[in-house]
């Protein structure tokens, strides 16, 4: 089965990690270290299919290790909640969405408009399509990442977690 062989991130957006947006700190670089060895793990057990949410922070640096760590043949997919997305970011910001998204295999647009429960109804889209759930998480029982953990935990997807 192909979900088998997918994976998924979930993960805090830069106001929910120690360094915030200062992505030259050495726990940034660190995470970035620890994101590529997992999805160099993840490919030598034969995954093939990533997913990422295209959110600010943890999504865009998984989507990057995925491309600056695999071969072509590793098919990063994002998973867009809603078209505005990307609207209120500032520009350096959403140019490098729009540079992710430009290199991905496919593309999924789960809401035509942004609804309160676009965000929670990627993550869940996301998990059902996955295996492996790779979840960056700073041990807040509120939030996406939470909500996406415990779905997975119910779906019994194997989660691999990088505590920050």
Not at 18 to 38: I, S, V, Y
Request: neutral net charge.
């Amino acid at each position: 089965m192909e979900r088998d062989l997918t994976c998924c991130v979930t993960g805090h957006r830069p106001q929910g990690l120690p360094w915030g947006f200062d992505e030259d700190d050495d726990r940034c670089d660190a995470l970035r270290r620890h994101l590529r060895q997992t999805v160099k793990e993840l490919y030598g057990r034969g995954f093939r299919r990533f997913i990422c949410g295209m959110a600010l922070g943890v999504d865009m640096m998984f989507a990057e290790a995925v491309f600056g760590e695999l071969p072509p043949e590793a098919a990063m997919e994002a998973a867009i909640p809603c078209p505005s997305q990307p609207s209120a970011w500032p520009a350096l910001q959403r140019e490098r969405y729009r540079s992710i998204l430009e290199r991905c295999a496919q593309t999924h647009m789960l809401s035509p408009s942004y609804t309160p429960m676009c965000m929670q109804l990627r993550n869940e889209w996301m998990v059902a399509q996955s295996g492996v759930v790779v979840a960056v998480w700073n041990g807040s029982p509120h939030g996406g990442t939470y909500r996406t953990l415990e779905y997975a935990r119910r779906l019994e997807r194997e989660i691999i977690l990088i505590r920050v």
